[in-house]
T-cell receptor, first 111, second 113 residues
Framework: DAKTTQPPSMDCAEGRAANLPCNHS???????VYWYRQIHSQGPQYIIH???NNETNEMASLIITEDRKSSTLILPHATLRDTAVYYC????????????FGAGTQVVVTP | DTAVSQTPKYLVTQMGNDKSIKCEQN?????MYWYKQDSKKFLKIMFS???????INETVPNRFSPKSPDKAHLNLHINSLELGDSAVYFC????????????FGSGTQLSVL
């Protein structure tokens, strides 16, 4: 599976949009981009995933560049409860749950 | 109801002991997993089970033996516990090959003294 690169940390003001970048320059054609987050002392939580089109759900939006070498997760209106480590993962659809979690981005939302 | 529940939440034990962690999911999923999060916070898959059959075993020592009595349960038994086994263990489940998303439990903090 392709590796991803994320900034180690970022701060965001409550109520503002949080834009989390991820580089995955070695992604292959059938690999999807997944985002999970882990709030302190909890299990990881799925956020969103996509192949090449932009995706939106009730939690976030995922923007994937046309060459698929990078993506951005957007939390439209960050709240204090969005403080967490956010993981960008690329994985094949037949991976049987084998997700390669990296170090992620520690996002701190401040009042 | 909690979708993926695991017990106990905390487990403190001595080196050499045998312990089990239980996991149950009420989502009707047919695939379950065990993940380990070490002290540096890296999450790594240990096992995948689909319909009670082992699919992935990520070079986990034989001291770790998962048992799936039915699709809703995947327990983790650990023999002869070592200091290096101290970690947080997460159970998870998904439908099929995990393409859509995994649902994780809240974790079991294992401390081996």
């Amino acid at each position: 599976d392709a590796k991803t690169t994320q900034p180690p940390s970022m701060d965001c003001a409550e109520g503002r949009a949080a834009n989390l970048p991820c580089n995955h320059s070695t992604i292959s054609g059938n690999e999807y981009v997944y985002w999970y987050r882990q709030i302190h002392s909890q299990g990881p939580q799925y956020i969103i995933h996509g192949l090449k089109n932009n995706e939106t759900n009730e939690m976030a939006s995922l923007i994937i560049t046309e060459d698929r070498k990078s993506s951005t997760l957007i939390l439209p209106h960050a709240t204090l409860r969005d403080t967490a480590v956010y993981y960008c993962i690329v994985s094949k659809p037949d991976s049987w749950g084998k997700l390669q979690f990296g170090a992620g981005t520690q996002v701190v939302v401040t009042p | 109801d909690t979708a993926v529940s695991q017990t106990p939440k905390y487990l403190v034990t001595q080196m050499g002991n045998d312990k089990s962690i239980k996991c149950e999911q009420n989502l009707g999923h047919d695939t379950m997993y065990w993940y380990k999060q070490d002290s540096k916070k890296f999450l790594k898959i240990m096992f995948s089970y689909n319909n009670k059959e082992l699919i992935i075993n990520e070079t986990v020592p034989n001291r770790f033996s998962p048992k799936s009595p039915d699709k809703a349960h995947l327990n983790l038994h650990i023999n002869s516990l070592e200091l290096g086994d101290s970690a947080v263990y997460f159970c998870a489940s998904s439908q099929g090959q995990g393409f859509e998303k995994l649902f994780f439990g809240s974790g079991t903090q294992l401390s081996v003294l």
